[in-house]
């Protein structure tokens, strides 16, 4: 599942995306986010993390699950631009689900809200 910014840019256009995983073995959502942050960690150029907050969500108004929102940037190569990211991590019953709110680090607040808006608001059921 991916969502794009109406507003294009020519560089980069804010985006928010949902990737689900099988896991081959049950681990915590805490544990899913460190795994996958040590994944963009070595992936990237000028790697920074920018906060770690931890959250609580709510699996079918029943399971309460411990996990992390985590601001980090960095870029693919070289020569392209820094891009931000924000990741929420969910794990449970061996599926994996991160949801990505990705922008440049100089986009407007409109944007930084919208994604963090979508990104705290994420249900699931």
Same mark, same amino acid.
């Given at each position: 599942?991916?969502?794009?910014?109406? %507003?294009?840019?020519?560089?980069?256009?804010? $985006?928010? &995306?949902?990737? %689900?995983? $099988?896991?081959?073995?049950?681990?915590?959502? !805490?544990?899913?986010?460190?795994? /996958?942050?040590? !994944?963009?960690? &070595?992936?990237?150029?000028?790697?920074? @993390?920018?906060? *770690? @907050?931890?959250?609580? +969500? /709510? +699996?079918?108004? @029943?399971?309460?699950?411990?996990?992390?929102?985590?601001?980090?940037?960095? !870029?693919?190569?070289?020569?392209?631009?820094? %891009? *931000?990211?924000?990741?929420?991590?969910?794990?449970? $019953? &061996? %599926?994996?689900?991160?949801?990505?709110?990705?922008? +440049?680090?100089?986009?407007?607040? /409109?944007?930084? $809200?919208?994604?963090?808006?979508?990104?705290?608001?994420?249900?699931?059921?």
């Amino acid at each position: 599942v991916s969502f794009q910014n109406k %507003i294009k840019d020519e560089i980069f256009t804010a $985006n928010v &995306n949902v990737s %689900i995983t $099988n896991l081959s073995e049950a681990i915590s959502s !805490k544990d899913l986010a460190i795994s /996958t942050l040590a !994944k963009a960690k &070595n992936s990237l150029l000028a790697y920074s @993390e920018i906060s *770690r @907050e931890e959250v609580n +969500l /709510t +699996l079918n108004e @029943e399971v309460v699950l411990d996990t992390y929102i985590i601001e980090f940037e960095g !870029k693919k190569t070289s020569i392209e631009e820094i %891009i *931000r990211f924000k990741q929420i991590y969910y794990s449970h $019953n &061996n %599926i994996g689900v991160v949801a990505t709110g990705a922008y +440049l680090p100089s986009s407007e607040e /409109t944007i930084v $809200n919208q994604v963090d808006e979508m990104l705290n608001s994420l249900a699931l059921k």
